[in-house]
């Protein structure tokens, strides 16, 4: 049973690039959520979707997209990195408390 | 709205001697609580939950947390630390029917000899 699996754990980027990173579940949760983690300010949550096909902001959505055609998948899309998406970003799934986290995608953008 | 006020960035103790991370809280409703715990390089691990069940949860680890509604506080305490235990720590709220949490900037623990 992997739980919570982010694709990839790591990727360099340059400014202005994009990228799609990968968040899979296995455990048929409705709630999948992308957190993003900066040095003294914890996670702050960037989107959520209660359910497939459906999606809603968080707290810092500019310059991020998101898409769940899959119940099992949820998608984060940077389409023009900037330096200050640098960031440690993670995944998360519930039904509904607890939530269980990946493991991060570390992304740098240079 | 909600929010979380972890009041220690930064905690020392020596192995063998009890941790004590603080943790305040501001909800409209009847929140959830929760400790998560971060080591180096790895995800966020559920180390307990208050979900208005007993106001004094045992966790993983053998750490607990008292909820104090009074105080608006949840302390995560252990009686005795470990070296394992060095890692940060997040003090999380929820009060939304979409599970949304708000975290905490986060307690690093570090245990010496």
């Known amino acids: 049973n992997a739980g919570v699996t982010q694709t990839p754990k790591f990727r360099v980027l340059k400014t202005g690039q994009s990228m799609t990173l990968l968040c899979a579940q296995d455990m048929n949760h409705e709630y999948m959520y992308w957190y993003r983690q900066d040095p003294g300010m914890g996670l702050r949550l960037i989107h959520y979707?209660?359910?497939?096909?459906?999606?809603a902001k968080g707290e810092v959505p500019d310059g991020y997209n998101v898409s769940r055609l899959k119940k099992q998948n949820f998608l984060l899309g940077l389409e023009s990195a900037a330096p200050s998406q640098t960031s440690v970003y993670f995944c998360a799934s519930s039904n509904t408390q607890p939530q269980h986290f990946g493991d991060g995608t570390r992304l740098s953008i240079l | 709205a909600q929010s979380v006020t972890q009041l220690d960035s930064h905690v020392s103790v020596s192995e063998g001697t009890p941790v004590l991370l603080r943790c305040n809280y501001s909800s409209s409703y009847s929140p959830s609580l929760f400790w998560y715990v971060q080591h180096p390089n790895k995800g966020l691990q559920l180390l307990l939950k208050?979900?208005?069940?007993?106001?004094l949860v045992k966790g993983i680890n053998g750490f607990e947390a008292e909820f104090k509604k009074s105080e608006t506080s949840f302390h995560l305490t252990k009686p005795s630390a470990h070296m394992s235990d060095a890692a940060e720590y997040f003090c999380v709220v929820s009060e939304d029917t979409a599970s949304k949490l708000t975290f905490g900037t986060g307690t690093r623990l570090q245990v010496t000899l």
């Open positions: 208050y979900t208005s069940a007993a106001t």
């Open positions: 979707s209660v359910g497939e096909g459906t999606t």
